[in-house]
């Protein structure tokens, strides 16, 4: 029967070929950002490309895109620390996690983008990498990579595990086959009881299944706690931004399509309630940033990108600034007094908002937090998050907020105390994996 399932797949996936190549057209012509990388995907590498791995274990680490490698960070500093003398590829599957991964990961060898999961691609590709060892974090299977790994005797193991109540129901209509895929992974690390439960229900083997934690509450306390003491770098970053002393700041962080609208209404509530205040949008895709420019000049507002200001006195900004820049949000909301976090008023799943509660700040988000939902749940519980279900109440909820300081401190501080007790997950996914290369 498993020989069956993986021939119905291997013919489905070749079958899919004509497809990949229109998606890859697609890619390569509206985001030029694909065409780096497109030969990794399809198992081609440089002559020497790996020279430096050779004589080495080597440890191939992966994660999905830029918010799973913000995640492995420390995971990979220490990990380094481990096995100094190991080589370490990691690899993305998109050009924003491999350029996230690039500027921020340290002690790694080789940046790589994930193969394409056909059968040749992935037989060549761990043939020339030959690992020890393979970790992927959240949840992303793909069979024929890990059924190749398993008959080469190199154990994979997840580590951050979590899958969202909607990858679940769509994994539950291929459970007959995902349950013969997950035999394949050596050991599975959830992030909570919950996750733990689902993969066991989609046929991991209980006794491969460990909950260790979520690695974002560690990475969110470890980002922050250099910046808590740095006056030169906030003085910096206020700069950058043109932030006056004693302006007050609104950041909407991670926004998608459908959302800027409603913080723009949240503006536009909390001046008449509050009077001037700068505005700082970052945008999740960098390639809508034309798109939400518009917008702006729809509603007759005057902005102006981040990365532009750098021409001008900060006396002569607009009040509104477009962030356009990669791998800075976290450190700007240090200087925020209030921050709603997007992915969250739209059905994308949320984003991190540890990232905010790590500075003492309360969050905002909307109802739409599958995808970090325990985190919404904790913060919500404390106090620390704040959900909103559009625009107009977030501008109310926020102005009142303003309003009264002394209860906004006692949020933002409950928010942090979520972070502090629930730290630990790099470690205990650390020991977790050591047991695996003592073997």
Do not use: C
């Not at 991964?101 to 002690?107: D, E, S």
């Not at 995902?178 to 690390?189: A, D, G, H, K, R």
């Not at 991670?254 to 949240?266: P, Q, R």
């Not at 540890?354 to 919500?380: D, T």
């Amino acid at each position: 029967m498993k020989r069956l399932l993986y021939g119905i797949y291997q013919v489905m996936i070749v079958a899919s070929l004509p497809l990949l190549v229109l998606w890859l057209l697609r890619r390569l012509a509206g985001r030029p950002l694909y065409r780096e990388g497109v030969m990794q995907r399809f198992g081609r590498y440089p002559r020497d490309f790996f020279k430096s791995l050779e004589g080495r274990r080597v440890i191939w680490v992966h994660a999905v895109s830029v918010g799973e490698v913000i995640s492995s960070d420390l995971f990979i500093q220490s990990l380094r620390r481990r096995y100094p003398d190991a080589g370490i590829v990691f690899s993305t599957t998109t050009p924003t996690g491999q350029a996230a991964a690039r500027q921020r990961l340290k002690g790694v060898d080789r940046f790589i983008y994930f193969p394409f999961d056909l059968p040749w691609v992935t037989r060549s590709v761990i043939e020339q990498i030959s690992p020890v060892l393979f970790i992927f974090l959240e949840t992303e299977i793909w069979p024929n990579f890990l059924r190749t790994l398993s008959r080469r005797g190199i154990p994979s193991i997840l580590i951050n595990g979590r899958i969202s109540e909607k990858g679940f129901r769509r994994y539950r209509w291929v459970r007959f086959f995902l349950s013969t895929v997950l035999e394949e992974v050596s050991l599975f690390l959830m992030q909570s009881e919950r996750d733990a439960e689902k993969i066991r229900s989609l046929g991991a083997l209980a006794d491969r299944v460990i909950r260790t934690g979520n690695m974002k509450y560690d990475q969110a306390a470890g980002k922050a706690e250099p910046m808590a003491d740095s006056g030169p770098r906030i003085a910096e970053l206020r700069e950058r931004i043109g932030l006056q002393p004693n302006e007050k700041l609104m950041i909407a962080g991670s926004t998608h399509e459908g959302e800027e609208e409603a913080v723009l209404d949240a503006y536009r509530i909390i001046t008449e309630a509050i009077g001037p205040i700068k505005l700082l949008i970052a945008p999740r895709h960098l390639e809508r940033l034309e798109k939400v420019e518009t917008l702006f000049a729809a509603r007759g507002m005057t902005f102006i990108r981040k990365t532009a200001r750098l021409t001008l006195h900060a006396s002569l900004l607009p009040s509104v600034v477009l962030l356009d820049t990669i791998g800075e949000l976290d450190q700007y909301y240090a200087l925020a007094d209030l921050v709603f976090v997007g992915g969250s008023l739209v059905p994308v799943g949320g984003h991190n908002v540890l990232e905010v509660a790590v500075h003492r700040k309360p969050v905002f988000f909307g109802p739409q937090m599958s995808n970090f939902k325990e985190i919404a749940e904790q913060l919500k519980g404390s106090g620390g998050g704040i959900e909103i279900a559009d625009g107009k109440e977030m501008g109310r909820q926020m102005s009142w907020l303003m309003q009264h300081p002394d209860e906004m401190k006692k949020r933002g501080e409950s928010a942090y105390q979520v972070v502090l007790a629930n730290r630990g997950a790099v470690n205990r996914n650390l020991e977790q994996v050591v047991r695996w290369l003592r073997n």
